[in-house]
């Protein structure tokens, strides 16, 4: 099967990017905000419950990450409405053109995170961090949570280039964000491991204990839908 060309998998029009534009700033000032009122605390903030907020939202990223590409990769069609072209496609394709999501620039690559993510960031705003260690790991947890949701297709765009430059070699070495050959097991066919693209650090123990083939098998049951049912139609 030839590799589908650039313009064959792009859907990705002038609205589209406007409206990524704007979520990329409405994330950016949300989680600012956010960030200022946990800073004004000082070394209030300073404390093991916000070390613990802080580790968890990434952590929680990562999770997140792995769910929402389990699903898009495993359910639905290209042609459902909707959710088929701004989602499914896209992750669908990506198997048969991995090198596509380099080609694409800042804003294409983190529009629809950061869209995805500006709800929580607003609904934190409603919490006061000077109310108490809760409310504060809740801002924390929320400010993590959404900056790891939005490096994800950053780091997974970096995890597929061709040639890293030795900053990105060093980053990957670190072990804190999506390496190239721990990505690289996902990608093996039929793609139904490895999917969190954050950091990874929860693929071992999510395949481990079957976590997204038990999800399947309980929604094939209750609904008799077929698990990647259109993956031998894109080959």
């Known amino acids: 099967m030839s590799t589908p060309s650039r313009e064959s998998l792009s859907h990705y029009t002038p609205g589209a990017r406007l409206v990524d534009s704007l979520g990329i ?6 989680a600012a905000l956010n960030g200022a009122r946990v800073l004004a605390l000082g070394a209030e903030a300073a404390d093991s419950v916000t070390a ?3 580790f968890a939202g990434y952590l ?14 495993t359910w639905l069609s290209a042609q459902t409405p909707v959710l088929g072209s701004m989602f499914v496609r896209p992750f669908r394709e990506h198997h048969v053109d991995p090198l596509a999501i ?3 620039d800042f ?3 983190n529009g629809s995170n950061c869209l995805a993510t500006v709800p929580i960031l607003l609904a934190a705003l409603a919490f006061d961090p000077a109310a108490g260690a809760l ?4 801002v924390v947890f929320a400010v993590s949570l959404c ?5 994800t297709n ?8 061709p040639e890293r430059p030795p900053w990105l070699r060093a980053l990957h070495a670190t072990r804190l964000v999506l390496r190239p050959d721990h990505h690289a097991v996902h990608h093996r066919a039929p793609y139904a491991r490895h999917y969190c693209i954050t950091t990874g650090w929860m693929n071992p123990l999510l395949d481990r204990i079957g976590f997204y083939r038990r999800l399947e098998l309980g929604i094939s049951a209750l609904t008799g839908a077929t698990a990647r049912a259109e993956d031998a139609q894109l080959g």
Do not use: I, N, Y
Not at 60 to 73: E, I, N, P, R
Not at 135 to 138: D, E, I, L
Not at 154 to 161: C, D, G, N, R, V
């Open 107 to 109: 804003v294409e690559t």
């Open 154 to 161: 950053q780091l997974h765009k970096w995890a597929h280039l």
């Open 102 to 104: 380099t080609r694409h």
């Open 147 to 151: 900056l790891g949701v939005f490096a």
């Open 25 to 30: 700033v409405g994330f950016f000032a949300a």
């Open 52 to 54: 613990a907020a802080l």
């Open 60 to 73: 929680g990223a990562d999770v997140a990450s792995g769910t929402v590409h389990w699903f898009f990769d």
């Open 135 to 138: 409310p504060r790991a809740g």
